[in-house]
Antibody
Framework: QVQLQESGPGLVKPSETLSLTCAVSGYSISSGYYWGWIRQPPGKGLEWIGSIYHSGSTYYNPSLKSRVTISVDTSKNQFSLKLSSVTAADTAVYYC????????????WGQGTLVTVSS | DVVMTQSPLSLPVTLGQPASISCRSSQSLVYSDGNTYLNWFQQRPGQSPRRLIYKVSNRDSGVPDRFSGSGSGTDFTLKISRVEAEDVGVYYCMQGTHWPWTFGQGTKVEIK
């Protein structure tokens, strides 16, 4: 069974960098597929942040591209998100997910982690 | 970006009765490979989204057959044949054809 688990600070100060990691179990990232980050502000809808292929190719949402970096560490079977210069508008539950391109969407999701941007 | 518009945004339903959610995209979701990458997700209160349907009408493993998806081009529908109590939650459509992938606003399904 594929499982994903997000981890990282739950509180980040404005203008600083949000950093999250997604640990994957039950599947080897190096075997293939895309791996993505999605966020959901409290009480609101879902927004794709970006995706990374197991080889390292990345796709970022243009609305966030200047501030986002997604990387993969196949040796640890995990991938990471960095979002710089955060503001209160970046407060959200952040989910990581596996994406099978042949299906055109995420099939497995992490449980999500709430990140609050506040001083 | 492709705008996904769902209706209704709120759907009160009676247990055992059918329910239907519409999703329209601002442009065709047919990809160059001929596939239409339209997904449906269910998000129960306090949980992560769970995918129910991919490529318009394919049910994910373990999804009850009372859930079905249909549609083409820019017009899509999720149907629940007989609503059960466990179906309460917010349902989202999502397109995976055009980057950035985008979600609908969500439809909240509740029991009358």
């Amino acid at each position: 069974q594929v499982q994903l688990q997000e981890s990282g600070p739950g509180l980040v100060k404005p203008s600083e960098t949000l950093s999250l990691t997604c640990a994957v179990s039950g599947y080897s990232i190096s075997s293939g597929y895309y791996w993505g980050w999605i966020r959901q502000p409290p009480g609101k809808g879902l927004e794709w942040i970006g995706s990374i292929y197991h080889s390292g190719s990345t796709y970022y949402n243009p609305s966030l591209k200047s501030r986002v970096t997604i990387s993969v560490d196949t040796s640890k079977n995990q991938f990471s998100l960095k979002l710089s210069s955060v503001t209160a508008a970046d407060t959200a539950v952040y989910y990581c997910a596996r994406v099978i391109s042949a299906s055109g969407g995420p099939d497995y999701w992490g449980q999500g982690t709430l990140v609050t941007v506040s001083s | 970006d492709v705008v996904m518009t769902q209706s209704p945004l709120s759907l009160p339903v009676t247990l055992g009765q059918p329910a239907s959610i519409s999703c329209r995209s601002s442009q065709s979701l047919v990809y160059s490979d001929g596939n239409t990458y339209l997904n449906w997700f269910q998000q129960r209160p306090g949980q992560s989204p769970r995918r129910l349907i991919y490529k318009v009408s394919n049910r994910d493993s373990g999804v009850p057959d009372r859930f079905s998806g249909s549609g083409s081009g820019t017009d899509f529908t999720l149907k629940i044949s007989r609503v059960e109590a466990e179906d309460v939650g917010v349902y989202y459509c999502m397109q995976g054809t055009h980057w950035p992938w985008t979600f609908g606003q969500g439809t909240k399904v509740e029991i009358k």
